[in-house]
C-alpha cells in the first residue's frame, strides 16, 4: 500500500528504486588494558592509522574536485589535529590499545562540540566518520560506507559523512534520503553539485527496509514508499516535462516579460569552473577562496599561489563577472593560524570578516593577489566580505581594498540581520549587496544550519526571511546599487522567482540548479513574480509561503 513521507528536499529530481542502506557503524573497540611495554608500539599503529587516513580523506577530496574536495580536505584536517592526536598517544601510555585511545578521545571532543553552543553539531558527523575512519583501519575491518550494488538504488543513511557523498556515482547512486541533515548541510550542498535528487531531515528514515521500492521528490521533499503503476508514470512524466523545459530554455536568464535575472554560479575552486560554464552561468555570484587556505592550516598561502588560482578562475569568464568572497575563516572552518581555539560559540564570534580585520596582513595578501590576478583582463572583478554587521565594519574593508590597489567594485554579505536591518547605511560604503541566505536564516532564528531538529528554521521561504530579503533589496535599489542572492535558496527555482518579485538583482546558486531556475524564470513575468512574492511575505509559516506562492503562479 502506497504512503508518503515528507522530508526536506535539497536536490532537484526524481528518483525510482530500491532502498539500500548505508553499512552499519564500526563496533565501540573492547576496553582493555595493555602492558607498559607496547605503549610505545600502540601509539605508533595510531598515528600511522591516523595519516593513512588522512591520505585516504584527501585522495577522495582530489579526485572529487570543487566544493567536495575543501569538505574533504578539513576533514583530513580534523584527523591530523595535534591535541586530538596528544590526547590519544595520553591514553594509550596509561594502558589503551590503539583502537581504543583513539575511540575514546574522539568521544572527549565530540562533548567539546556538541558543548559549543551547538553551532558546531553539524560536524560532528564529520568527526565521527573519522573516527569510524581510523578504527576501521586499527581493527582491520572493511570501512562501513556506500554499499555495494550492479543495480541503481536509493541509498538511505541516518547521515552521509562528506567523503561518502563527494564520491558517490550517480549511474548507481538514483538518490539518496537521510534522517539527519538540513538543506544548507554538506551533503545537501553536495548532493547539488552532483545533481543527485536528495531528501534529507526524514524522521524514520532508518525503518525504511532494506529493498523496499521508493519514489524521491528532491524538489518537494516527498518520499512515497511502495509508489503505484500510476504516481511511477505520474512522477516519471513530470521529470519528462522540467527536463524538456530544461532543455529548451537557454540563454541569459531573464522573466517572461524581458526583466534581466543574471544567473551565475557558486564555485569553490578552479575545479567547479567546467561546470559553470557548461550550465550557461553568466558568471561567478559567489567564489569561495577558502579551498585555498586549507592545504596548510599552519600558514597561509603565498600571494603567488593565489594569483595562479584566482586568475584561474577569472580567465573562464571573459567579459563575465565574476564576485570573489575573501576568506571567510572561524566557526566551522577554523584555521590554526587565525581562529581561537577557545571560543566558547565560535558562530558567534570572531569569524569572517572580524578573522581578517584582526589579522591584516592575510587581508592584503588576498586582495593584493586578487588585483593581480585580474590585470589586463576584461573580467568584471567584484569582491565582497563575509559576515559584515554594520556600516564600521564596511568602512574598514573598503578601505583595505583601496589600500591594496585593487580596481574592483566592493561587496557586503548580508548574513547577520543587523545589516540587512542597516543595509542603506552599509551602502554608503561599498557598491554592492550579496544576502548569504543560509547564514542570514541561521542567525535570524537562532537555528544551526547543520542541526536536522531545526530544519524548519532553516527553510529559506520562512516569511521572516523574505522580509530581510525584501529590506535590502529595496536599500539596493533606493542607492542605485545591486542586490543579489549567492545563499542555497537561489536554487530553488520557485524561490528564484520570488526573490526576483523582492527586487533581487541577481541569483547566484550550484551549477546544476541554473538550467531548472533559468527555464522556471522565463515562464513568469515580473509583475507575476512580484504577485508572488507579496502573496508568501503576507502568510505567516514556511509551508503557507510556498502554498501562496506556487497559486498565484500557477493563476490559482
Not at 198 to 222: H, K, N, Q, R, Y
Not at 228 to 240: F, I, N, T, V, Y
Not at 424 to 449: C, H, K, M, P, W
Request: with cysteine; hydrophobic share 45%.
Amino acid at each position: 500500500m502506497e504512503t508518503t513521507l515528507r522530508g526536506v528536499g535539497v536536490s532537484h529530481g526524481v528518483a525510482i528504486g530500491e532502498v539500500r542502506h548505508m553499512g552499519t557503524a564500526v563496533l565501540e573497540p573492547p576496553a582493555k588494558q595493555i602492558p607498559p611495554e607496547e605503549a610505545e608500539r600502540e601509539q605508533g599503529r595510531a598515528r600511522k592509522a591516523v595519516e593513512a587516513v588522512a591520505a585516504d580523506l584527501m585522495a577522495r577530496g582530489n579526485l572529487a574536485g570543487g566544493e567536495a574536495q575543501a569538505v574533504l580536505e578539513a576533514q583530513a584536517m580534523m584527523a591530523q589535529d595535534p591535541e586530538l592526536m596528544a590526547d590519544v598517544e595520553r591514553r594509550i601510555a596509561v594502558g589503551s590499545t590503539a583502537e581504543r585511545g583513539v575511540y575514546d578521545a574522539f568521544a572527549s571532543y565530540r562533548e567539546l562540540l556538541a558543548g559549543a553552543g551547538e553551532y558546531l553539531a553539524g560536524r560532528v558527523a564529520d568527526l565521527d566518520d573519522v573516527r569510524n575512519r581510523i578504527v576501521a583501519r586499527l581493527l582491520g575491518v572493511p570501512m562501513p560506507g556506500v554499499p555495494d550494488s550492479d543495480e541503481p538504488y536509493v541509498l538511505v543513511a541516518r547521515d552521509l559523512a562528506p567523503a561518502d557523498t563527494a564520491l558517490l556515482d550517480p549511474a548507481l547512486v538514483l538518490g539518496f534520503v537521510t534522517e539527519e541533515g538540513g538543506p544548507t548541510s554538506h551533503s545537501a550542498i553536495l548532493a547539488r553539485a552532483l545533481g543527485v535528487p536528495a531528501v534529507v531531515a526524514l524522521p524514520g528514515a532508518g525503518e525504511l527496509a532494506e529493498g523496499t521500492m521508493i519514489a524521491v521528490d528532491g524538489s518537494t521533499g516527498e518520499i512515497f514508499v511502495d509508489p503505484s503503476d500510476d504516481k511511477k508514470a505520474q512522477l516519471e512524466a513530470a521529470a519528462a516535462q522540467r527536463k524538456a523545459a530544461l532543455a529548451a530554455s537557454t540563454g541569459p536568464g531573464a522573466t517572461a516579460d524581458g526583466h534581466k535575472v543574471p544567473l551565475l554560479a557558486n564555485i569553490g575552486g578552479p575545479g567547479d569552473v567546467e561546470a559553470a560554464v557548461e550550465a550557461g552561468a553568466e558568471g561567478v555570484g559567489l567564489f569561495r577562496t577558502e579551498f585555498l587556505f586549507l592545504d596548510d592550516s599552519r600558514q597561509a598561502p603565498s600571494e603567488e599561489k593565489q594569483v595562479a588560482a584566482y586568475r584561474q578562475v577569472l580567465e573562464a569568464f571573459p567579459e563575465g563577472r565574476v564576485v570573489v568572497r575573501v576568506l571567510d575563516a572561524g566557526a566551522d572552518k577554523p584555521l590554526d593560524f587565525l581562529t581561537p581555539s577557545d571560543e566558547p560559540n565560535p558562530a558567534l564570534g570572531v569569524r569572517g570578516l572580524r578573522t581578517l580585520l584582526d589579522h591584516p596582513d592575510v587581508l592584503r595578501t588576498q586582495l593584493t593577489a586578487l588585483a593581480k590576478a585580474a590585470e589586463g583582463l576584461p573580467v568584471y572583478l567584484e569582491v565582497m566580505a563575509p559576515m559584515v554587521a554594520d556600516r564600521t565594519d564596511a568602512r574598514a574593508f573598503a578601505d583595505a581594498c583601496r589600500e591594496a590597489g585593487l580596481r574592483a567594485k566592493f561587496g557586503a554579505m548580508v548574513e547577520i540581520p543587523s545589516a540587512a536591518l542597516r543595509a542603506r547605511s552599509i551602502l554608503q560604503e561599498v557598491e554592492f549587496l550579496s544576502l548569504g541566505t543560509n547564514d542570514l536564516a541561521q542567525y535570524t532564528f537562532a537555528a544551526d544550519r547543520q542541526v536536522g531538529a531545526v530544519s524548519r528554521l532553516q527553510d529559506p521561504w520562512q516569511p521572516a526571511l523574505l522580509d530581510l530579503v525584501e529590506l535590502s533589496a529595496e536599500a539596493a535599489k533606493a542607492e542605485g546599487k545591486s542586490c543579489g542572492v549567492c545563499g542555497e535558496a537561489a536554487s530553488d527555482p520557485l524561490l528564484a522567482c520570488v526573490l526576483t518579485g523582492l527586487g533581487v538583482t541577481s541569483l547566484s546558486m550550484g551549477a546544476a540548479s541554473i538550467p531548472y531556475v533559468r527555464a522556471t524564470l522565463a515562464k513568469y513575468t515580473l509583475a507575476q513574480c512580484e504577485r508572488a512574492a507579496a502573496a508568501a511575505r503576507a502568510t505567516d509559516s514556511a509551508e503557507d509561503a510556498r502554498s501562496a506562492a506556487q497559486a498565484v503562479l500557477s493563476g490559482e
